[in-house]
């Protein structure tokens, strides 16, 4: 953070510490099925030794603030839309997806309140996949890079650290049952980061991130 005076928000270790954070608290994506916490101790495992940069997007598209993603007029939110011997099926859009041009796998959370009733519970889900698999697409901003600097001096910061942005859209896309760790549970997905212990982790690297900033 030093090296980039704080302005590189999603480098590859911000996720890494957030899946650590839930590592630590597997046992509470256990409370109903075992098989969930075992996959999330296996996935850590697995992003530590192949030392994986991951994209994350936690929230669903705001077509309207004021009502639930359940009574939403425009059924654009991912959701579940029908589970198979190999996994889960899903389909529809989520925001925002940050470094996905340059990640290995995409990290598929909560982050929002969930009513905890049936109509909710296609919407309450967790995994992690590549972003390669059949089916993601990714609707990325426009770049902030000037394509005509004469130098990478004239714009020192933006020709380095765009991390990009990116809406991530789920055309039937089937999630491995050992990829999941959330499934048709509300009541797991809220208040997931401040009993599993992830919040810290990221906040961790948050803080670390706005200290390296120079003051103003």
């Known amino acids: 953070m030093d090296a980039t005076c704080g302005m590189f928000g999603r480098s590859p270790d911000f996720l890494n510490v957030m899946l650590t954070g839930f590592a630590i608290g597997a046992d509470e994506f256990g409370r109903r099925d075992p098989k969930f916490a075992e996959n999330v101790r296996k996935?850590?495992?697995?992003?530590r030794d192949a030392d994986l940069c991951m994209t994350h997007t936690l929230l669903n598209p705001q077509v309207d603030r004021s009502k639930p993603v359940e009574a939403q007029d425009k059924d654009l939110a991912a959701r579940i839309v029908r589970e198979t011997d190999a996994g889960v099926v899903i389909n529809g859009a989520r925001m925002?997806?940050?470094?996905?041009?340059?990640s290995d796998d995409i990290l598929v959370m909560p982050s929002t309140f969930l009513?905890?009733?049936e109509a909710a519970a296609p919407y309450a889900f967790g995994f992690s996949i590549p972003v390669a698999?059949?089916?993601l697409k990714f609707i990325c901003r426009p770049s902030v890079v000037h394509q005509?600097?004469?130098s990478a001096m004239d714009y020192p910061l933006s020709s380095r650290l765009d991390e990009g942005d990116a809406l991530a859209v789920f055309d039937n896309v089937l999630?491995?049952?050992d990829r999941v760790f959330i499934h048709r549970d509300p009541e797991m997905c809220n208040g997931l980061y401040s009993r599993t212990g992830a919040m810290p982790q990221v906040m961790h690297q948050t803080t670390t991130k706005n200290l390296a900033k120079p003051s103003s």
């Open 115 to 117: 009513a905890t009733n």
């Open 148 to 150: 005509n600097a004469g």
């Open 133 to 135: 698999t059949a089916g």
């Open 43 to 47: 996935y850590h495992a697995f992003a």
């Open 96 to 102: 925002v997806s940050t470094l996905c041009a340059f």
């Open 175 to 177: 999630v491995p049952w």
